[in-house]
C-alpha cells in the first residue's frame, strides 16, 4: 500500500503546475484524500481535501488550487495556478484518513515521499 507524489519542479510567479500522487494498494474513489506542504522548519499544512466528489481548501490556496481525482488511473491530483513564492514548499499526498479535522495531517496515516515544489519571484 503506498501513494506516490510527481509534478513538482522550479516555476515562475504567475505560473502552473500539476501534481500527481499515483496510489497502489487503496482504491481511492473511497477515500478521503489529501494534498499538505511543508517548509524546512514549519508545521505541515493541509492545502486541499477530496471526499468521494465534495472538496475543500485552505484559504491560502482556494480559487487558485484544484484536487481532483481520476479514479480509473487511481490518482490524486492538485492542480495549481497562479502560483507565488509563498506556495514553494515540500507537497505531499495523504490517504488513510481516519476521522476528525480533514486539513490536519495528523488524521491521516498513509504519506508519500513528497514532491518539491518552488516558485521563482
Known amino acids: 500500500v503506498q501513494v506516490v507524489e510527481s509534478g513538482g519542479g522550479l516555476v515562475q510567479a504567475g505560473g502552473s503546475l500539476r501534481l500527481s500522487c499515483a496510489a497502489s494498494?487503496?482504491?481511492?474513489?473511497?477515500?478521503?484524500m489529501a494534498w499538505f506542504r511543508q517548509e524546512p522548519g514549519k508545521e505541515r499544512e493541509g492545502v486541499a481535501r477530496i471526499g468521494e466528489r465534495d472538496t475543500y481548501y485552505a484559504d491560502s490556496v482556494r480559487g487558485r488550487f484544484t484536487i481532483s481525482k481520476d479514479n480509473a488511473e487511481n490518482t490524486l491530483y492538485l492542480q495549481m495556478s497562479s502560483l507565488t513564492p509563498e506556495d514553494t514548499a515540500m507537497y505531499y499526498c495523504a490517504a488513510d484518513f481516519v476521522g476528525g479535522d480533514s486539513l490536519t495531517s495528523r488524521n491521516y496515516k498513509l504519506w508519500g515521499q513528497g514532491t518539491q515544489v518552488t516558485v521563482s519571484a
Open positions: 494498494g487503496i482504491t481511492i474513489s473511497r477515500e478521503v
